[in-house]
């Protein structure tokens, strides 16, 4: 017997027409069909990334696009530290092409571009200008801890992307602003200065969404401050 004509066992029958002829598109066909050209579509990659105004995202969108995406990735971890760190990683992604777009606008619209090589300027560029080029605001205040010389806080009294969660009473150890911490982690790395950033409430009683972002600065960071300082 000529097992050759016979399909294969994880294909299935469709018709009794020759393989040849049945994966042969037909014009006819509409799944192969292409639509007709209607003129040229916008392009992302067309528009001025020096123009900001015509590219802010609503509040509600953005709100929308996180909130999916928190539940999304809820369902596929197995806790409340798992979820924060996929959290961050999502928002170290992005923190890498927040820095590489700000650095962009920075050259491009000055013959003589500064880069800060201080960690202290540097931490300041990100409360404002980060904060306002994700956020669309800055920070509230930065704030340096008195027991730890290698500890520094961002606090946000009312951060966006938490305005829309709700977070369970079982949960309520969760800091979804892990992705904003990750964002920063990503720009300090960025510009040289290595760091582990988390993210942790602090609600108070005028602010029940207010968060802090730690940071905790590699040692060799320390160090290189106090050669500056000489």
């Not at 598109?25 to 067309?46: E, Q, V």
Request: hydrophobic residues 35%; aromatic residues 6%.
């Amino acid at each position: 017997m000529d097992r050759s004509s016979y399909p294969h066992p994880r294909l299935s029958i469709l018709s009794q027409t020759s393989s040849a002829e049945h994966l042969s598109p037909t014009p006819s066909s509409a799944r192969f069909s292409l639509p007709p050209k209607t003129g040229a579509r916008p392009n992302i990659y067309d528009r001025n990334l020096n123009k900001t105004r015509i590219a802010e995202v609503s509040l509600s969108a953005f709100a929308f696009l996180f909130s999916e995406l928190v539940q999304y990735t809820q369902k596929r971890v197995s806790g409340i530290n798992d979820l924060e760190r996929r959290l961050n990683t999502l928002g170290y992604r992005v923190g890498t092409r927040v820095l590489e777009l700000m650095v962009w606008r920075a050259e491009s619209s000055s013959k003589a571009p500064k880069r800060e090589i201080r960690f202290l300027p540097a931490l300041m560029t990100i409360h404002t200008n980060v904060w306002r080029a994700v956020f669309g605001k800055p920070a509230d205040a930065i704030e340096k801890s008195v027991e730890n010389a290698d500890e520094y806080m961002i606090i946000d009294n009312d951060p966006p992307i938490e305005r829309s969660i709700s977070v369970p009473r079982d949960m309520s150890q969760l800091s979804c602003s892990s992705f904003t911490a990750g964002i920063v982690e990503a720009v300090l790395d960025g510009l040289g200065f290595p760091a582990r950033v988390t993210s942790h409430n602090t609600p108070t009683a005028q602010y029940p969404n207010r968060t802090t972002i730690l940071i905790k600065l590699e040692p060799s960071v320390l160090e290189r401050e106090e050669l500056m300082k000489t």
